[in-house]
């Protein structure tokens, strides 16, 4: 699937929005893709996940299970599961912490998926990969729907992705005049808890 072929499933669900938005990381962007638009239309997923999980396959091979971070990689993390006929697991935020709750382990050594929705600075991504190898785990590869840093996340794994974008993203002082000039929307769930 190429990243035309992403975006175009992003288009369709109404989920590439412009404006002014703070992303999950803080920064703020003229570009928000809004991935429950996608995954509310299990088709759409199906057809993203599906490309992901033959990504996977052909670059790592076969894998023992897939984790994602909560709440946002739960969906593609299942999904792309289930199209590599693995189980899906994920890890939530305890004290500030990605932690494995709700009684889910990893067998030592397990060959894992760490699965990502959108990427932007990397932060959720590499706390997934940390609490999976502090779990026992081997991350043999970080992979996401959408890489927004145009390549510059820094993971702790081997990325791969299906789509790589490069959106400019700024610190709240340091917009550029024509987004300050927009009044800001914060779509993101990462500050619901407040």
Do not use: W
Not at 40 to 65: F, H, S
Not at 107 to 121: F, H, L, N, Q, Y
């Amino acid at each position: 699937m190429t990243t035309d072929e992403v975006l175009e499933e992003f288009r369709g669900a109404g989920a590439l929005r412009e404006g002014h938005f703070v992303l999950s990381s803080g920064l703020h962007s003229g570009m928000f893709l809004q991935k429950n638009l996608v995954f509310q239309y299990p088709d759409r997923t199906e057809r993203l996940c599906k490309a992901l999980a033959d990504l996977i396959r052909r670059e790592v091979g076969q894998v023992d299970v897939c984790v994602s971070p909560a709440v946002g990689g739960i969906i593609p993390g299942y999904e792309t599961a289930r199209q590599l006929g693995v189980p899906s697991m994920y890890v939530e935020r305890v004290d500030g912490r990605l932690q494995f709750r709700r009684a889910f382990a990893l067998k030592p050594g397990a060959r894992v998926a760490m699965v990502e929705d959108i990427v932007s600075t990397g932060l959720s991504s590499r706390e997934c990969v940390e609490a999976i190898r502090e779990a026992g785990g081997e991350v043999v590869c970080a992979a996401a729907l959408v890489d927004r840093s145009g390549g510059r996340a820094e993971i702790g794994a081997p990325f791969l992705t299906l789509a790589k974008l490069d959106v400019p993203a700024y610190p709240a002082d340091q917009l550029p005049p024509e987004l300050a000039a927009i009044p800001v929307e914060d779509p993101g769930s990462r500050r619901l808890n407040r």
